[in-house]
């Protein structure tokens, strides 16, 4: 049975689906604030929402919620920023630091990768596996996808 992957890969189907997700959540905002403007009530918005085949999920909290804002005095259809810890981006800058130490010495274990860029393992090995697209191979970090270069030097090698 093959092995699963601890990182999810990364497609563009997902990426897709969130921006439909995200476009979806902002057209029901703008029909409640629509509805807000014309003055009718939330149980109305509500129900004027699940006549329709698109919205007919939203939930009766969600539209109260919205209702209240937007009956505040709310303008904004998109979500507000939210505190606590930021993402961490992963620079170029950090990236090349990575392959920089991994070319010089491919026996390292992602401990010492992170430690040498002061990174935490976990992005270590993020950069390594998802980034950087490289395996672990006997001890060595090597280029998932080797090129016509690199197949020759490693069969020169192995020799």
């Known amino acids: 049975m ?3 992957s601890r990182f999810k890969a990364l497609n563009p189907e997902s990426a897709s689906l969130k921006k439909k997700k995200f476009t979806e959540k902002v057209e029901q905002r703008a029909v409640i604030k629509f509805c807000v403007d014309i003055g009718k009530t939330p149980t109305e918005t509500h129900k004027f929402l699940k006549q329709s085949e ?3 999920k939203v939930s009766r909290s969600l539209v109260f919620k919205w209702h209240k804002r937007f009956g505040d005095g709310r303008d904004n259809l998109e979500d507000d920023e939210r505190e606590g810890r930021p993402s961490f981006s992963k ?3 950090i990236k090349d630091e990575v392959l920089n130490v991994i070319n010089s010495d491919r026996r390292l274990t992602v401990s010492e990768v992170a430690d040498k860029c002061d990174i ?5 090995h993020h950069i390594l596996a998802n980034d950087l697209n490289m395996n672990r191979v006997c ?3 090597v280029p998932r996808l080797l090129t016509a270069e690199h197949l020759t030097k490693r069969m020169e090698l192995s020799n």
């Open 139 to 141: 001890a060595r970090w």
């Open 120 to 124: 935490s393992k976990t992005t270590a």
């Open 91 to 93: 620079s170029d800058a």
């Open 2 to 4: 093959a092995e699963k």
């Open 54 to 56: 698109k919205h007919s």
